[in-house]
């Protein structure tokens, strides 16, 4: 589940931002990555 705290200081959410997230992708370079570690070589 994803909650957005938008409102500064929101009793729910306190602290610091606790998430990284991703915005933009380097899909030939992920596909090669993903490839070479979860097919058997050759594949």
């Excluded at 931002?17 to 490839?35: H, I, K, S």
Aim: hydrophobic share 40%; net charge positive; charged share 15%.
């Amino acid at each position: 589940m994803t909650i957005a705290g938008l409102r500064p200081n929101h009793l729910l959410i306190p602290g610091n931002p606790n998430a990284t997230v991703c915005l933009q992708c380097d899909a030939p370079r992920f596909e090669t990555f993903f490839r070479d570690r979860v097919l058997p070589p050759g594949a």
